[in-house]
């Protein structure tokens, strides 16, 4: 009732207030359930300096399942007349925060004259500490900031690297079913253009415990294929702001080789943050598309800006990591890690199962790097071997 035009009376019995002259639009703002914890949002109307606090709601099923749900936000609902207003989360007495998202979304208009437009509400927001995309990915905080795709997660304490706590993607049902978290909004709008680096260390299990293995090379078989990770980014489906629509993008990290086997195996990739992507009121990465008889446990979880020195301009060309970090393929092809050109203790990559001529290793370069008007000189020892000779 702070901000209505005229005299109120309280209907208890029907659980609602009515103001004379007064019409009212509501408008909500859906967030991240575990970043909502002690969350208020306050509304002020710039024009008479009135604020409101408004506290949020979350459906809470007595079925378990559905509240780690990757759907189930936490909503903030305010129903305002004519006027401007501005909006802000507060967290335990700190202005400007910001929830991971926050995903606007109004309610139809109503049938009277009089209510708050659209562009007349403006979330500000302070950008937080960015040297972590992911939170709690240590599981430190059990399975806090962690939702899942169908399937089911779970908490798996001393699971993890060297007895460290882990989170399980468990109970799946479908090559698709997947574990995730939301990634800050804020810090990927003020990156745009720059590059992430991903990582997560994973072990593939059945229901039994039993560790199992995959081949990172295949694909197209649902039973063979290793996990990889999606995003599902969501965006406003036009200027009403009452509906969405999603955009996906696939095989943004895949396992690095060689895998160890019965151990934890290094799930890797880097990435462009994109226009699609910074325009997005929410971005979900989850780990999927691998067999649904196998569970994975989830340790160590980093989603981090990309090192942007330009010493060398790519990254693990000498190999000396003795594994596949930082090399992707073009197509479908094979890769193996072998014996490299000294034949004493160094590596290679070999690419074989080749199909196309432009099949072979490639990797993301330090495109920012680039200074114009200068040459670069690129060195690299190949062989061209045809049925393995």
Same mark, same amino acid.
């Given at each position: 009732?702070?901000?209505?035009?005229?005299?109120?009376?309280?209907?208890?019995?029907?659980?609602?207030?009515?103001?004379?002259?007064?019409?009212?639009?509501?408008?909500?703002?859906?967030?991240?359930?575990?970043?909502?914890?002690? %969350?208020?949002?306050?509304?002020?109307?710039?024009?008479?300096?009135?604020?409101?606090?408004?506290?949020?709601? $979350?459906?809470?099923?007595?079925?378990?399942?559905?509240?780690?749900?990757?759907?189930?936000?936490?909503?903030?609902?305010?129903?305002?007349?004519?006027?401007?207003?501005?909006? /802000?989360?507060?967290?335990?007495?700190?202005?400007?925060?910001?929830?991971?998202?926050?995903?606007?979304?109004? /309610?139809?208009?109503?049938?009277?004259?009089?209510?708050?437009? $659209?562009?007349?509400?403006?979330?500000?927001?302070? =950008?937080?500490?960015?040297?972590?995309?992911?939170?709690?990915?240590?599981?430190?905080?059990?399975?806090?900031?962690?939702?899942?795709?169908?399937?089911?997660?779970?908490?798996?304490?001393?699971?993890?690297?060297?007895?460290?706590?882990? &989170?399980?993607?468990?109970?799946?049902?479908?090559?698709?079913?997947? $574990?995730?978290?939301?990634?800050? $909004?804020?810090?990927?709008?003020?990156?745009?253009?720059?590059?992430?680096?991903?990582?997560?260390? &994973?072990?593939?299990?059945?229901?039994?415990? @039993?560790?199992?293995?995959?081949?990172?090379?295949?694909?197209?078989?649902?039973?063979?294929?290793?996990?990889?990770?999606?995003?599902?980014?969501?965006?406003? @489906?036009?200027?009403?702001?009452?509906?969405?629509?999603?955009?996906?993008?696939?095989?943004?990290?895949?396992?690095?080789?060689?895998? /160890?086997?019965?151990?934890?195996?290094?799930?890797?990739?880097?990435?462009? &943050?994109?226009?699609?992507?910074?325009?997005? /009121?929410?971005?979900?990465?989850?780990?999927?598309?691998?067999?649904?008889?196998?569970?994975?446990?989830?340790?160590?979880?980093? %989603?981090?800006?990309?090192?942007?020195?330009?010493?060398?301009?790519?990254?693990?060309?000498?190999?000396?990591?003795?594994?596949? %970090?930082?090399?992707?393929?073009?197509?479908?092809?094979?890769?193996?890690?072998?014996?490299?050109?000294?034949?004493?203790?160094?590596?290679?990559?070999?690419?074989?199962?080749?199909?196309?001529?432009?099949?072979?290793?490639?990797?993301?370069?330090? =495109?920012?790097?680039?200074?114009?008007?200068?040459?670069?000189?690129?060195?690299?020892?190949?062989?061209?071997?045809?049925?393995?000779?």
């Amino acid at each position: 009732t702070t901000f209505a035009n005229g005299p109120c009376t309280d209907l208890s019995e029907q659980c609602l207030t009515f103001c004379e002259n007064t019409c009212l639009r509501t408008v909500n703002f859906d967030v991240e359930r575990d970043a909502a914890e002690n %969350l208020t949002l306050h509304v002020h109307n710039i024009g008479d300096n009135k604020t409101i606090d408004v506290y949020g709601n $979350i459906d809470v099923n007595s079925n378990m399942y559905w509240n780690r749900y990757y759907t189930t936000y936490r909503r903030f609902s305010a129903s305002l007349p004519a006027g401007q207003y501005s909006a /802000e989360f507060h967290q335990e007495g700190i202005p400007a925060v910001f929830p991971i998202f926050a995903r606007e979304l109004w /309610e139809p208009e109503p049938q009277c004259l009089g209510h708050v437009a $659209i562009e007349d509400v403006s979330l500000s927001f302070s =950008v937080p500490n960015c040297d972590n995309f992911i939170k709690n990915g240590d599981m430190e905080d059990g399975h806090k900031y962690w939702h899942h795709v169908k399937g089911d997660i779970q908490f798996l304490p001393g699971k993890g690297i060297a007895g460290s706590n882990a &989170i399980g993607s468990i109970n799946r049902k479908s090559y698709n079913d997947a $574990i995730g978290q939301y990634i800050n $909004i804020p810090c990927v709008k003020n990156n745009v253009g720059k590059y992430l680096e991903f990582k997560a260390w &994973i072990k593939l299990v059945d229901s039994n415990g @039993k560790v199992m293995s995959c081949d990172p090379n295949n694909l197209s078989d649902k039973y063979k294929s290793c996990p990889v990770v999606y995003l599902k980014s969501e965006r406003h @489906k036009d200027s009403s702001k009452m509906t969405y629509k999603a955009s996906y993008q696939s095989g943004k990290a895949k396992f690095i080789q060689p895998l /160890e086997s019965g151990d934890f195996n290094l799930l890797h990739g880097v990435f462009r &943050i994109s226009e699609t992507l910074g325009n997005a /009121e929410s971005i979900f990465l989850y780990i999927t598309r691998f067999n649904k008889n196998y569970e994975i446990i989830l340790d160590n979880v980093s %989603l981090t800006l990309f090192d942007t020195s330009c010493d060398d301009l790519v990254s693990n060309g000498d190999l000396k990591l003795g594994n596949s %970090l930082y090399w992707e393929t073009n197509g479908l092809p094979s890769i193996e890690i072998v014996p490299g050109y000294d034949g004493n203790g160094d590596s290679a990559i070999k690419v074989s199962k080749r199909t196309r001529s432009w099949n072979g290793p490639s990797q993301n370069i330090k =495109v920012g790097c680039f200074e114009e008007g200068k040459r670069y000189l690129v060195k690299a020892k190949l062989k061209l071997e045809k049925d393995d000779k």
